[in-house]
Nanobody
Framework: QVQLVESGGGLVQPGGSLRLSCAASGFTLDYYAIGWFRQAPGKEREGVSCISSRDGSTYYADSVKGRFTISRDNAKNTVYLQMNSLKPEDTAVYYC??????????????????WGQGTQVTVSS
Protein backbone atom coordinates (compact mmCIF):
# COMPACT_ATOMS: atom_id res chain seq x y z
CA GLN A 1 0.00 0.00 0.00
CA VAL A 2 2.79 2.41 0.90
CA GLN A 3 4.88 3.33 -2.11
CA LEU A 4 7.91 5.59 -2.47
CA VAL A 5 9.43 6.35 -5.86
CA GLU A 6 12.65 8.33 -6.23
CA SER A 7 13.71 10.07 -9.40
CA GLY A 8 16.12 12.74 -10.59
CA GLY A 9 19.48 11.08 -10.15
CA GLY A 10 22.19 11.09 -12.76
CA LEU A 11 25.72 12.15 -13.65
CA VAL A 12 26.81 15.69 -12.88
CA GLN A 13 30.14 17.53 -12.76
CA PRO A 14 31.53 18.88 -9.50
CA GLY A 15 29.84 22.14 -8.64
CA GLY A 16 26.70 21.18 -10.49
CA SER A 17 23.17 20.66 -9.25
CA LEU A 18 20.50 17.98 -9.23
CA ARG A 19 17.00 17.83 -7.82
CA LEU A 20 15.75 14.53 -6.47
CA SER A 21 12.05 13.78 -6.09
CA CYS A 22 10.28 11.31 -3.85
CA ALA A 23 6.66 10.63 -4.70
CA ALA A 24 4.86 9.05 -1.76
CA SER A 25 1.48 7.37 -1.51
CA GLY A 26 -0.50 5.02 0.71
CA PHE A 27 0.26 6.46 4.14
CA THR A 28 -2.09 5.13 6.81
CA LEU A 29 -1.37 7.58 9.66
CA ASP A 30 -1.53 11.35 9.84
CA TYR A 31 1.95 12.00 11.14
CA TYR A 32 5.06 11.00 9.27
CA ALA A 33 8.57 12.04 8.36
CA ILE A 34 10.30 11.75 5.01
CA GLY A 35 14.04 11.20 5.07
CA TRP A 36 16.71 11.18 2.39
CA PHE A 37 19.53 8.72 2.97
CA ARG A 38 22.54 7.84 0.90
CA GLN A 39 24.94 4.95 0.71
CA ALA A 40 28.25 4.94 -1.12
CA PRO A 41 30.24 1.77 -1.86
CA GLY A 42 32.05 0.59 1.24
CA LYS A 43 30.37 3.13 3.50
CA GLU A 44 27.52 3.06 5.98
CA ARG A 45 24.14 4.45 5.07
CA GLU A 46 23.82 7.99 6.35
CA GLY A 47 20.93 10.33 6.88
CA VAL A 48 21.17 13.34 4.58
CA SER A 49 18.04 15.35 5.24
CA CYS A 50 14.57 14.85 6.75
CA ILE A 51 11.33 16.79 6.90
CA SER A 52 8.32 16.52 9.20
CA SER A 53 4.71 16.49 8.04
CA ARG A 54 3.60 18.20 11.25
CA ASP A 55 5.36 21.52 11.05
CA GLY A 56 7.80 21.32 8.15
CA SER A 57 10.82 21.19 10.43
CA THR A 58 13.96 19.93 8.75
CA TYR A 59 17.22 18.21 9.50
CA TYR A 60 20.45 18.36 7.52
CA ALA A 61 23.64 16.42 7.95
CA ASP A 62 26.64 18.66 8.55
CA SER A 63 28.20 17.45 5.32
CA VAL A 64 25.37 18.88 3.20
CA LYS A 65 24.18 21.85 5.23
CA GLY A 66 24.21 24.99 3.13
CA ARG A 67 24.29 23.02 -0.13
CA PHE A 68 21.17 20.83 -0.01
CA THR A 69 17.59 21.92 0.59
CA ILE A 70 14.66 19.65 1.39
CA SER A 71 11.14 20.77 0.56
CA ARG A 72 7.65 19.36 0.13
CA ASP A 73 4.65 19.80 -2.11
CA ASN A 74 1.69 18.57 -0.11
CA ALA A 75 -0.70 18.71 -3.08
CA LYS A 76 1.52 16.29 -4.99
CA ASN A 77 2.55 14.34 -1.89
CA THR A 78 6.12 14.75 -3.06
CA VAL A 79 9.33 15.63 -1.25
CA TYR A 80 12.29 17.14 -3.05
CA LEU A 81 15.98 17.33 -2.35
CA GLN A 82 17.69 20.19 -4.18
CA MET A 83 21.41 19.48 -4.30
CA ASN A 84 23.74 22.34 -5.22
CA SER A 85 27.52 22.67 -5.27
CA LEU A 86 27.85 18.94 -5.61
CA LYS A 87 31.12 17.27 -4.66
CA PRO A 88 32.57 13.90 -5.66
CA GLU A 89 31.99 12.68 -2.11
CA ASP A 90 28.26 13.15 -2.67
CA THR A 91 28.35 10.20 -5.06
CA ALA A 92 26.01 7.52 -3.70
CA VAL A 93 22.69 5.81 -4.14
CA TYR A 94 20.08 8.11 -2.63
CA TYR A 95 17.01 6.64 -0.98
CA CYS A 96 13.88 8.24 0.35
CA UNK A 97 12.14 6.65 3.30
CA UNK A 98 9.05 7.24 5.41
CA UNK A 99 8.66 6.98 9.16
CA UNK A 100 4.92 6.71 9.84
CA UNK A 101 3.10 7.54 13.04
CA UNK A 102 5.93 9.63 14.45
CA UNK A 103 5.78 12.88 16.37
CA UNK A 104 9.47 13.73 16.14
CA UNK A 105 11.94 13.98 13.27
CA UNK A 106 14.25 10.98 13.35
CA UNK A 107 17.28 10.93 11.09
CA UNK A 108 18.57 7.41 11.65
CA UNK A 109 17.62 4.66 9.24
CA UNK A 110 16.24 2.28 11.88
CA UNK A 111 13.36 4.66 12.55
CA UNK A 112 12.06 4.48 9.00
CA UNK A 113 9.48 1.95 7.91
CA UNK A 114 9.27 2.10 4.13
CA TRP A 115 11.96 2.65 1.55
CA GLY A 116 12.16 3.47 -2.11
CA GLN A 117 14.37 1.67 -4.59
CA GLY A 118 16.99 4.41 -4.72
CA THR A 119 18.42 6.63 -7.43
CA GLN A 120 22.09 6.87 -8.37
CA VAL A 121 23.88 10.20 -8.07
CA THR A 122 27.37 10.37 -9.54
CA VAL A 123 29.50 13.51 -9.24
CA SER A 124 32.57 13.29 -11.43
CA SER A 125 34.58 15.36 -13.87
Amino acid sequence: QVQLVESGGGLVQPGGSLRLSCAASGFTLDYYAIGWFRQAPGKEREGVSCISSRDGSTYYADSVKGRFTISRDNAKNTVYLQMNSLKPEDTAVYYCATAVGVLDLPHHSAAYDYWGQGTQVTVSS
